[in-house]
């Protein structure tokens, strides 16, 4: 199993920039692809951005293309989400998650969910 912890989200304005941290708690982190949902109120939870485990392949939500960044250490088990030109409507609940099925941005492709850490973009 493998064990997801996200940080990083808070309220910032809009045009703002955050970057979202998600430590496993794992000795095969090098070798998993990783990914990034997000959740908005009432809704289903939203493919954002997945990087292979190699970290040399990254893909986007049409939504996040542009703005987002996606990147690991694998020294550090860590992926990161670096959040640019924020706009209200990133405004969500972030999940880091496991990448099981390369390539997909699938729900049932992912596993081993975080708890989720909080954005909130101010207008």
């Known amino acids: 199993q493998v064990q997801l912890q996200e940080s990083g989200g808070r309220l910032v304005q809009s045009g703002g920039s955050l970057r979202l941290s998600c430590v496993a708690d794992t000795r095969t982190f090098s070798s998993r692809s990783m990914g990034w949902f997000r959740q908005f109120p009432g809704k289903a939870r939203e493919f954002v951005a997945a990087?292979?485990?190699?970290?040399?392949?990254?893909y986007y939500a049409d939504s996040v293309q542009g703005r987002f960044t996606i990147s690991r250490d694998d020294a550090k088990n860590t992926v990161y989400l670096q959040m640019d030109s924020l706009k209200p409507d990133d405004t969500a609940l972030y999940y880091c998650?496991?990448?099981?099925?390369?390539?997909?941005?699938?729900?049932?492709?992912?596993?081993?969910w975080g708890r989720g850490t909080q954005v909130t973009v101010s207008t």
């Open positions: 990087i292979h485990w190699s970290g040399e392949q990254t």
């Open positions: 998650t496991h990448n099981k099925r390369w390539p997909s941005r699938n729900e049932r492709d992912f596993n081993y």
